[in-house]
């Protein structure tokens, strides 16, 4: 049961343009949602959070969209640069302290 | 501050072996998760503690997996017998509120 998916298992941009990534939940008791971006041979670093009481949280080039009626939620890259080449995991939880639900990732690489 | 450590960072062994995994979590963090990341897909908790009790256990294959956080700070996981499906990233992470992970034990059975 893959109660978080991210549907999309590639995205190519160019570098200056916005990054979309897409993050679709099951669980209805999920409550916060993070996402994390992963370089090869690294552990996955954490980039920004949102809990279900907002619909949006902003830092710096990074913005988290939260869609609770459609169980959804994206991640904005603007503008996206080379060096956020990453595989990008959003993940879920029912609250700050429980384990984390993650989605299969999405490559992202960003073109000079 | 220094992160979450862990070690080895890459172990190679034949199935029916054992083997274990260390993990030193950022210094005051009294919460710990262990993480098994199959290739091409998110991490999946295996267990997480609270200090030095378990919290969550259910997805831990407890007839070949074990875990123990003796003094409430530093963890390993054990694999005994390690079988072919368990090569795997082995993640650990600690929280105060947001996980932050370490580099991970890349395992690869033989």
Not at chain 1, 55 to 80: M, Q, W, Y
Not at chain 2, 74 to 88: F, V, Y
Not at chain 2, 105 to 110: E, I, P, S, Y
Request: proline residues 5%; glycine residues 6%; aromatic residues 10%.
């Amino acid at each position: 049961d893959q109660q978080v998916k991210q549907n999309s298992p590639s995205l190519s941009v160019q570098e200056g343009r916005i990054s979309i990534l897409n993050c679709d939940y099951t669980n209805s008791m999920f409550d916060y949602f993070l996402w994390y971006k992963k370089y090869p041979a690294e552990g996955p670093t954490f980039l920004i959070s949102i809990s279900s009481i907002k619909d949006k949280n902003e830092d710096g080039r990074f913005t988290v969209f939260l869609n609770k009626s459609a169980k959804h939620l994206s991640l904005h890259i603007v503008p996206s640069q080379p060096g956020d080449s990453a595989v990008y995991f959003c993940a879920a939880s029912v609250d700050r302290g429980s384990r984390l639900t993650f989605g299969e990732g999405t490559q992202l690489t960003v073109n000079p | 501050e220094a992160g979450v450590a862990q070690s080895p960072r890459y172990k190679i062994i034949e199935k029916r072996q054992s083997v274990a995994f260390w993990c030193n979590p950022i210094s005051g963090h009294a919460t710990l998760y262990w993480y098994q990341q199959i290739l091409g897909q998110g991490p999946k908790l295996l267990i997480q503690f609270q200090n030095n009790g378990v919290v969550d256990d259910s997805q831990l294959p407890k007839d070949r997996f074990s875990a123990e956080r003796l003094k409430g700070v530093d963890s390993t996981l054990k694999i005994q017998p390690a079988k072919l499906e368990d090569s795997a990233v082995y993640l650990c992470a600690s929280s105060e509120n947001t996980q932050y992970f370490g580099p991970g034990t890349r395992l690869t059975v033989l």
